[in-house]
C-alpha cells in the first residue's frame, strides 16, 4: 500500500513537471530571427496561375476570416449580374446583431448600403457585415454559403467547403464541422478576385469611418493586414485567426506590372507560441520577396478585366506602383500588449 502511495505521488509529480515544462515551451517569447510554424504555404504568379513556391500547400486547415474573400466574391455576381446595386439598403436585423466576434456592432434599428457593408467586410472584417451580406445575397444564410461552395467546385477548388460567410469556428467546436480550404485552393480564389473582380478597392484600404450617421459617432475601422503601406506594393487581401485556424493571410503586391499571391495558414510563433500574427507576417514577407524573383522574365504583366461597377460613395484611389519602383520593404513588428 505504501508502495503504491509513493508510486503514486511520483507519478503525479512528473506529470506535473512535463506540463510546466510544455507550457513554457509554448508561452516563451518570440526571438528575433527565430523562425515560427505554418500548416502550409503557396507562392503564384498572378498572371499565369503559376507556382512560384510552395510548402504543404494542399493541407486542409481552417481559414478563419479569409473566408470573407468568397463571401465578397458572391456579393460581387450578385452585383455584376443586376440584382442589386452597392447603394441597395440593407435593413439590419437580429440575427445579424448577434454574430459576435469582430465586427462594426450592427443594431436592429440601423440600414446600411451593400457598399458600406462591404467595406465594413474587408476592413474591419465585422462577422455581422459578413452575416447580413450573406442573408441578402443568398435569400438566407444556407442559401447564400451554397452559392459560396458553387462558386469553390466553379473555380476548381476541390479541397474547399465552406459552412459560413464569415470563417468562425462552429458551434460542436469541432474543425471538420467549419469552414475548410487550402492554400492551393484559396490562392485560386485570390487570383479570380484580383483579375475578374474589384476587390482591391476595399481591401487596399487601411483606415476608414463607419456609420457616419450614428448617434455616437462613427466607428474607424483599421485594416487587419499589417503589410498594408509597410511592404512595398501590397494592396490585399485577407488576414484570419482562431484558435483553431491559427494566423493565416492571403496576400498580394504588384511591382514592375508583375503580382504575386501569397497564401499561408496555421501560422504560430516559435513553438506555437499565439504571437499575434508576427511569425506569419515575417514569413509572408519573405515569400513575396522570394516570389518576385522567381517570376520568369517571359511571363506576362498582370493585368485585370474587372467589369466597373458604379459607386455611390467616394473612396481612395488606389495608387499604381511606378516602373521603376524598387521593392523597398517598410516593415515592423507591433509590440506585443500585455
Sequence with gaps: ??????????FFVCMLASASVAFAQKAKPTRPGEAGVHKGYIAIDAATGATLLEDNADVVAPPASMTKLMTFAIVHDKLVAGEFSLSTPIQIDTSDARMGGTQVYL?????????????????????DAAHALARIAGGSVPGFVNLMNEKARELGMTRTTFRSPHGLPPSSRKEADGDLTSP??????CRYLLTQTNVLKYSSVRERPFGQNRANGPLQMRNH?????KVAGVDGL??????????????????????????????????????????RD????AL???AFG????????????????????????????????APVIKFSIPKKTK
Design 107 to 127: 443594431d436592429p434599428r440601423e440600414t446600411f448600403s451593400v457598399e458600406e457593408l462591404l467595406y465594413a467586410l474587408m476592413i474591419q472584417s465585422a462577422n
Design 294 to 325: 522567381k517570376i520568369p522574365a517571359n511571363s506576362p504583366a498582370f493585368t485585370s478585366s474587372a467589369p466597373l461597377i458604379e459607386s455611390p460613395i467616394e473612396h481612395a484611389p488606389i495608387a499604381a506602383p511606378a516602373e521603376d519602383e
Design 288 to 290: 513575396i520577396e522570394e
Design 238 to 279: 485577407k488576414t484570419g485567426y482562431t484558435k483553431s485556424a491559427g494566423y493565416c493571410l492571403s496576400a498580394t503586391a504588384q511591382r514592375n506590372n508583375r503580382r504575386v499571391i501569397v497564401v499561408i495558414m496555421g501560422a504560430f510563433g516559435p513553438g506555437g507560441e499565439v504571437d499575434l500574427g508576427r511569425s
Design 1 to 10: 500500500m505504501i508502495f503504491a502511495r509513493v508510486s503514486f505521488r511520483l
Design 225 to 229: 493586414n499589417n503589410l498594408l503601406g
Design 282 to 285: 515575417r514569413k509572408t514577407i
Design 184 to 189: 492551393r485552393d484559396f490562392a485560386i480564389l
